[in-house]
């Protein structure tokens, strides 16, 4: 850390690593306490997801108060590392900076890059050489973490693929999989047999995802901002309803597909 920021970061890095080791003190609080790395992952879950929501959809004020939450629970769990005797903040933070900066020759060293394929590429085979490290078959996904949700991990999939030119030729040959996969898809509901359709709903939602990535659009994203669009629809149907003094879940489809609609009209106004 350079000393501005060390005069401008330190304090505020100082008055709360001084606040955690009084949280998990004798005279501190039973809960913090009782707390390890393990319990505390739950809780990093859903304020890494409060944060996600807060920088696509909150205000500025929402992004600064979760992005505090996330780190107060990462500062919490490196604490508790090192009261444990596992590894310090400072480990952290040092082998951190010795795999970012290694993983950026072009920035750090005299590597010579000329696109930003060159940059992913580079990035991969040096990912891959740090797994190498540690397993004896690492694979070319040996570095996806297995936790991740669903949608981000089969981008991730499909754009390590593509790196590696194992995926469809063209835009449009992607389209015809998703096309492909559409009409297995109803084979399955025709037939009745559930596994079979939990089957190709997985395998057409993976082709949309790479359909997705060629457009330069994440799955996830596109779909929680979807969700953002559906429940505000409805909670303007039901603000309508209610102004018109109508009993909305009485209503049948037709008077709320009417109701839908108006709402959708109304936005592109």
């Not at 859903?46 to 909150?58: D, F, I, K, Q, S």
């Not at 505090?68 to 500062?75: E, M, R, S």
């Not at 835009?171 to 998703?178: C, H, L, N, R």
Request: aromatic residues 8%; negative net charge.
């Amino acid at each position: 850390m350079s000393d501005a920021n060390a005069k401008k970061y330190g304090p505020a890095l100082e008055k709360h690593l001084a606040m955690l080791e009084r949280l998990t003190g004798p005279a501190g609080c039973p809960w913090d306490r009782e707390q390890t790395a393990g319990t505390l992952c739950d809780y990093l879950l859903e304020e890494t997801y409060e944060l996600v929501e807060a920088v696509r959809h909150g205000s500025l004020a929402e992004r600064r108060e979760e992005l505090g939450d996330v780190l107060f629970i990462l500062l919490f769990m490196s604490h508790l590392e090192e009261k444990n005797g596992n590894f310090t903040l400072g480990d952290v933070l040092e082998e951190n900076w010795l795999k970012m900066t290694g993983r950026h020759p072009h920035v750090f060293s005299d590597l010579q890059i000329e696109s930003r394929e060159d940059i992913f590429n580079n990035w991969e085979k040096i990912k891959q050489a740090e797994k190498a490290e540690k397993e004896s078959r690492p694979g070319l996904f040996g570095s996806l973490p297995a936790a991740l949700p669903p949608l981000l991990k089969a981008y991730r999939i499909h754009s390590k693929s593509a790196r590696h030119k194992f995926t469809w030729d063209s835009d449009e040959d992607a389209e015809q999989q998703v096309e492909a996969e559409w009409l297995e898809w109803l084979d399955a509901c025709l037939d009745g047999d559930q596994e079979a359709q939990e089957h190709e709903l997985g395998d057409l939602l993976f082709s949309i995802v790479e359909l997705g990535r060629r457009k330069g659009i994440k799955a996830g994203a596109a779909l929680d901002k979807t969700n953002a669009r559906f429940l505000r629809r409805f909670a303007a149907m039901e603000e309508l309803a209610q102004e018109r003094g109508l009993d909305f879940p009485a209503l049948d489809q037709a008077a709320k597909d009417a109701l839908w609609d108006e709402i959708k009209a109304g936005e592109q106004e």
